[in-house]
């Protein structure tokens, strides 16, 4: 089955500043899923990336798919007290067709 | 867009009750629905895939008599938590597939058994 993994686990980050959230899979992906959450709360979908070397960006957020499409990254630029929550990876596998998630990583931003 | 509404959002019963919860596509029909389960501080974990018409599967370790599952139509699905118990108390959280690759999410049930 499927596994990723996700680090940090937790992240501390002065506002302003940038960071990377990395998720590495076990195995080749095939379709790769940025979410937010916020505790309690459901997901906010990010980003997908499918294509080995496939880069997104939305607003302060980037995120990149390897070409070997086992490593993805996520990457936040002049960090926001919005940014704030739990960024979980998730790509397809496993069970049918339902997402297979990461363990998340909590960001919080410092101000 | 593609909006799935989960209801209810929080829900507190006595040990020994059954809970159900609901959730629709709102603007698109979803031949596939998934539900999560979330513990405190931990990842969602795949507990079901829900087909329209036809029978839910399971994820291995679920058990399919405690958490019913029905998608009678293209819009809900139901999950239905049979007797429940302390221990099923938990965060849940179903997902609607709209084609082929999107994956939309609910806002979550915070299930309490007491």
């Known amino acids: 089955s499927q596994e990723l993994e996700q680090s940090p686990q937790s992240l501390i980050v002065q506002e302003g500043k940038n960071l990377t959230i990395n998720c590495t899979s076990s195995?080749?992906?095939?379709?790769l899923y940025w979410y937010k959450q916020k505790y309690g709360e459901g997901l906010i979908f990010l980003m997908m990336?499918?294509?080995?070397?496939e880069e997104k960006s939305h607003e302060k957020i980037t995120a990149k798919l390897d070409e070997k499409k086992q490593q993805s990254s996520l990457h936040i630029t002049a960090s926001q007290p919005s940014h704030a929550g739990i960024y979980l990876c998730?790509?397809?596998?496993?069970?049918?067709?339902?997402?297979?998630f990461g363990k998340g990583t909590h960001l919080i931003i410092q101000p | 867009g593609a909006v799935v509404s989960q209801h209810p959002s929080w829900v507190i019963c006595k040990s020994g009750t059954s809970v159900k919860i609901e959730c629709r596509s709102l603007?698109?029909?979803?031949?596939?629905m998934f539900w999560y389960r979330q513990f405190p501080k931990q990842s969602l974990m795949l507990m079901a895939t829900?087909?329209?018409?036809?029978?839910?599967?399971?994820e291995q370790g679920v058990e399919k008599d405690k958490f019913l599952i029905n998608h009678a139509s293209l819009t809900l699905s139901t999950l239905t938590v049979t007797s429940a118990h302390p221990e099923d108390s938990s965060f849940y959280i179903c997902?609607?597939?709209?084609?082929?690759?999107?994956?939309?999410f609910g806002s979550g049930t915070r299930l309490t058994v007491v």
């Open positions: 829900s087909n329209e018409g036809s029978k839910a599967t399971y």
């Open positions: 997902s609607a597939r709209k084609g082929r690759n999107g994956y939309t």
């Open positions: 603007d698109f029909q979803a031949t596939t």
């Open positions: 990336l499918q294509k080995g070397g």
């Open positions: 195995k080749t992906l095939y379709g």
């Open positions: 998730g790509a397809v596998g496993g069970g049918a067709d339902g997402l297979t």
